[in-house]
């Protein structure tokens, strides 16, 4: 007796398939592309990756420019394939770092004299600065003329990657990471 078989997903008109696909997640789409070769010639469709990538990237506070470059040429898959691999990144680019405006605030083990210029230990919203491409730190007066760069990792025993140790001025450095 022969196996009946009705694939849904190619009997759709494909503006349906794609409001149906819209909902999947990344695992899913990945694995619907395998059921397939009619399935693998819907999944791939543009429009699905563009959805996915605006779906994925909404709550992102950095994209990647590769990524970005990727959408504008409408490569859309190859897009998202960019941000998912560089979403497991750790180190800190300096676009990241300069893209974002940082909250910052003193821990307790500085002193008090320190404590009292934070407004974080005032019950206050803790200060916000912005690192700038050309090396300054903008976001309150009183820190406008120090400079930040990227520093070495002072200690040989516990290496970070490159890029963790950022140096304000001639203060310790202050490990910034990402947390994919």
């Known amino acids: 007796m022969a196996e009946l078989q009705f694939d849904i997903l190619s009997g759709l008109p494909r503006e349906l398939a794609n409001r149906v696909l819209k909902h999947l997640t990344i695992i899913e789409l990945a694995s619907a592309q395998q059921v ?7 999944v791939r469709e543009p429009q699905v ?8 990237w ?15 040429q409408k490569h859309y898959y190859k897009a998202l394939r960019e941000s998912i691999i560089d979403s497991r990144r750790t180190a800190m680019t300096e676009d990241e770092l ?18 009292t210029m934070d407004p974080w230990w005032s019950d206050l919203p803790a200060r916000q600065l912005h690192f700038s491409p050309d090396g300054r730190l903008l976001g309150h007066p009183g820190l406008n003329d120090l400079r930040w760069q990227w520093a070495q990792p002072l200690s040989a025993a516990n ?22």
């Open 49 to 56: 990756y563009q959805q996915a990538c605006t779906r994925v």
């Open 98 to 115: 300069v893209a974002s405006t940082w909250a910052f605030r003193f821990k307790a083990s500085a002193g008090d004299d320190w404590l």
């Open 159 to 180: 290496p970070l990657p490159h890029r963790s140790c950022l140096r304000i001025h001639n203060f310790p450095c202050n490990v910034v990471r990402r947390d994919p």
């Open 36 to 42: 397939s070769k009619g399935w693998y010639a819907i």
């Open 58 to 72: 909404r709550d992102k506070l950095f994209v990647s420019a590769m990524a970005r470059e990727l959408e504008q």
